[in-house]
């Protein structure tokens, strides 16, 4: 993938060749398993009562109930939600006759035949809930639950519950449920080259200046490159990048993470080595650079014979030898978040350094070639950005790069364990805080309720299985979350 001159359009290019075969991250999907959202109905109905609960008046009047324990029988359009059901339920009866109710339940998943004998298959459901059931015995209850065990491990769903009116825990009575299953968080990881074989099969050599195959020895891959009397003026004119054709994508909420070992790099203070997810079809790539002391990230752009755009350049005095150098592109249309992490191999993959740059559809601020100048004392003529986010591509490629005035000496650049990481982004949720505060006499508990004629239901800090959930106080103009 020698850099030409395309004579069609005057434009220094990178790549060329045959598409890839598919990405092997992307997951097949199974008609009983789909790694889709997928909608339901269920029918419930009351199986037994083992256990009626305790009533109880306090001295306010209110009459509560605890500890009531029942059993359904759940038929679904989705084998996943029938099965035997068992839910826990406590509640308080306000004063127009409507009550409050919540509680847990675990349903376990299974079949039923003609005389409705129950056969477990695998999993179990653990849900909560929580709703209203006002003075006729109808329900309306918010249901959600994590899967546990069998085909349905990580699993979630969603789903509500309308009952219309009846007699209190009539088994004729059926329980509607309306749904949605949700897979699992995506998490996968794939192996692109351990270099374990020794054979640099599917690595095509490729960069600037005199031909310098890379050598796969050891069970490492080494790149190389020297360029007598040659000096550098862009990026492209000292740098070496043997790609491997691997067809890369990242979807909306996920993240595609390039992580590779650094083994060592030569000694040279204007070395670099850096990995790169490359598109020839658009034209462009994302490129972490790791200098002795330095971390760059930027972005190929197009325009004239194209060159980088470098969205930071940040000094950093960090190990060279057996750390791990991650650059993560996360998709949240219409931009693409690039992190890049440098992780010390020798110490439980600690993070050594870490940083993220956001690229938007726009023109995003990229330092100039002063400003590079001044930072890294490399007089590069780099460029604007332009251009969309890349969220797919052909190639990846790992690097070496060295600024010189032609007399420095060869470069070599160890490597190992290549891989490719995909996960969902894990949706984080901000909603506005009311801080409420009492003086701590007596045994009082905190009810609300959208309006002062109620319903009233009890203020618990609780959380759906599978979530966490804390309380920051609003106490700033403004505050900025993540999860990391």
């Known amino acids: 993938m020698q850099t030409r001159l395309n004579h069609s359009t005057g434009r220094r290019c990178l790549g060329s060749g045959p598409p890839a075969a598919a990405l092997a991250l992307l997951l097949t999907a199974l008609p009983a398993t789909a790694q889709t959202d997928t909608p339901y109905t269920a029918t419930g109905w009351l199986t037994g009562v083992p256990v009626p609960g305790v009533l109880f008046t306090n ?52 079949t039923f035949d003609a ?27 918010h249901i959600v639950g994590r899967g546990s065990g069998g085909s349905i491990e990580g699993w979630r769903f969603e789903e509500d519950l309308t009952k219309a009116a009846g007699a209190p825990w009539d088994p004729a009575d059926p329980y509607p449920y309306t749904g949605t299953i949700k897979p699992p968080p995506l998490n996968t990881s794939e192996v692109v080259d351990n270099f374990d074989d020794d054979i640099p099969a599917g690595w095509t050599a490729d960069g600037s200046g005199p031909y310098f195959p890379p050598l796969e020895t050891n069970q490492q891959f080494t790149v190389r490159g020297n360029w007598p009397g040659l000096v550098t003026h862009e990026q492209v004119d000292t740098w070496k990048w043997p790609y491997l054709r691997k067809n ?13 070992d650094l083994v060592r ?10 990995c790169i997810f490359w598109s020839d ?12 002391d330095f971390i760059q990230v930027g972005k190929w752009v197009e325009g004239g014979s194209g060159g980088v755009a470098v969205f930071f350049h940040e000094l950093a005095v960090i190990k060279n030898t057996n750390v791990i150098l991650s650059l993560a592109l996360t998709r949240v249309n219409p931009n693409v978040v690039l992190t890049v992490r440098v992780l010390d191999k ?18 995003d601020p990229a330092l100039t070639s002063a400003e590079l100048s001044d930072l890294s004392g490399m007089n590069l ?12 591509g052909n190639l990846i490629m790992l690097s070496a790069f060295q600024y010189t005035d032609g007399t420095q000496p060869q470069l070599d650049v160890t490597y190992d364990n290549l891989e490719l990481r995909t996960s969902e982004i894990p949706p984080l949720g901000i909603g506005q805080l009311v801080a409420l505060t009492w003086p701590d006499v007596g045994s009082y508990s905190v009810e609300g309720a959208p ?20 309380t920051v106080p609003a106490s700033q103009p403004a505050q900025f979350f993540r999860l990391r």
């Open 59 to 110: 001295a306010l009047g209110e009459v509560g109930l605890r500890g009531n324990a029942h059993t359904l029988r759940v038929q679904s359009t989705d084998a996943r939600l029938t099965g035997q059901r068992l839910a826990f339920a406590d509640g308080a009866y306000q004063a127009d006759g409507t009550a409050l109710v919540w509680g847990t339940a675990y349903q376990e998943v299974g």
């Open 115 to 141: 005389a409705n004998n129950f056969t477990a298959t695998g999993g179990l459901w653990e849900m909560t809930y929580r709703g209203t059931m006002p003075a006729d015995n109808s329900l309306q209850l």
């Open 248 to 260: 890369w994508s990242v979807a909306n909420n996920q993240t595609l993470e390039c992580r590779v």
């Open 265 to 274: 790099m030569s000694e040279n203070a204007t070395n670099a080595a850096g």
């Open 281 to 292: 079809s658009a034209g462009g790539s994302y490129l972490l650079l790791k200098g002795r």
């Open 346 to 363: 020798d110490n439980q993959a600690a993070v050594l350094y870490q940083r993220s740059v956001v690229d938007t559809p726009q023109a």
């Open 381 to 392: 003529n780099v460029f604007a950005d332009s251009g969309a986010p890349r969220t797919s």
């Open 451 to 470: 309006s002062v004629q109620g319903p009233w239901l009890p203020v618990n800090d609780t959380v759906s299985p599978g979530m966490k959930q804390t």
